[in-house]
C-alpha cells in the first residue's frame, strides 16, 4: 500500500507534525488569557501578603482594591508620565533587559548583583481616605544560586518594614530556599531601615541577632547554612532602599507626609 513505502511514511508524519503544531499553538493562544490572569493574581495574592492585607473572605481582586499601582521613575522618584506604560501591563523584568528601557548599574554601586535596572518601576500603595497606610515595593538581586524577586512592604512612616515575600527563586530547599519560611519572614515586621542619620541599617545577620545589641532595630537573624542567599537578601533589599532603586521616591512620600496624589 501507499501508505507503507517511505514516502508515504514521510508524508504521514510530515502531516501529523503540521496538526500537532496547528494544536499546540492553538492551546497556547487559547490559554494566554488564562494564564496571564492567574499570573496577575499571583503577583496580587504576594503583594497582599508582603503587606499584611486581611484577605479572609474576599477574592484576591476584592481584597486589592484598596491598592493603587503607580509607575515611578527610578531616576526623580516622581510619578511617571509617560503614555506608553500602562501600570496594570508593565513588565518590568522586561524592561529591565531592554537598552531602552533600563539603565547599566556602575560595578561599584551594583551591591544586589542586577547589572542592569529597569528605568521605570512599579509601586503600590494602600490607601484610606486617600492617605497612604502601606508602601509595597518591587524588589530583587542575586542569591546563591539565582536571582530573587519579591515585594518589601513599608509602613507609612517609610522607616518601619510592615512585611517581605519572595515570590521567585532556585535557591537550596530547606537552605538559602528559607526565604519563603514564614517563621523567618516574621521576623521582618518591625525592624527599622534608617538611623538617627538617615543612613540605612537594616541588614541579615550571618546567624542569629545577638541578645541585647543595640543594633537589634535593624538587624535579622540570618538563615541557617545559607550565608550567601542571606547577604544576597540583605544586599539586594540595601540597594532598593537607596537612592539609586526607590530612595528618591521615599523621600519624597516622607516630604508629603503620606499623602501621594
Known sequence: MWRDTVGGTFTVAAVLCVVCSVLVSAAAVGLRPRQDANKDRFRKQNILIAAGVNTEGKTVDKAFENIETQIIDLSTGEVSIRDDI??????????????TLSIAIEPEKDIGGIKRREKYSRVYLVKENGVIKKIILPVYGKGLWSTLYGFLALDADVN?????TFYEHKETPGLGGEVDNRAWKAKWPGKLIHDSDGQIQLEVLKGAVPEGSPNADYQVDGLTGATITSRGVSNLIRYWLSDDGFGLFLNRLKAEGGRDG
Open 86 to 99: 500602562d501600570p496594570a501591563t508593565y513588565d518590568q523584568k522586561k524592561a529591565a533587559k531592554d537598552p
Open 160 to 164: 518601619t518594614v510592615a512585611g517581605l
